[in-house]
């Protein structure tokens, strides 16, 4: 049961890499912000690009 545990857990990193590739496309934050923004607002898609539009301006 330990290989396929790890095994999900590597599907849940792969997986959380290609929202921050995608967050990053869509909204031209840094890779960097796009983690940031995951792990304060998880998937909640509507809100995370609310506030990436945010980031990009204030730059």
Known sequence: MAAKK????SRVKKGAELEVEH???VTDVTPK???????KH????PKLK???DD?????
């Open 33 to 39: 912000q796009a983690r940031a923004l995951l792990r």
């Open 42 to 45: 998880g998937a909640d898609w």
């Open 50 to 52: 609310d506030e990436a």
């Open 6 to 9: 790890s095994t999900d857990t």
């Open 55 to 59: 980031m990009k301006e204030e730059d």
């Open 23 to 25: 967050l990053t496309e």
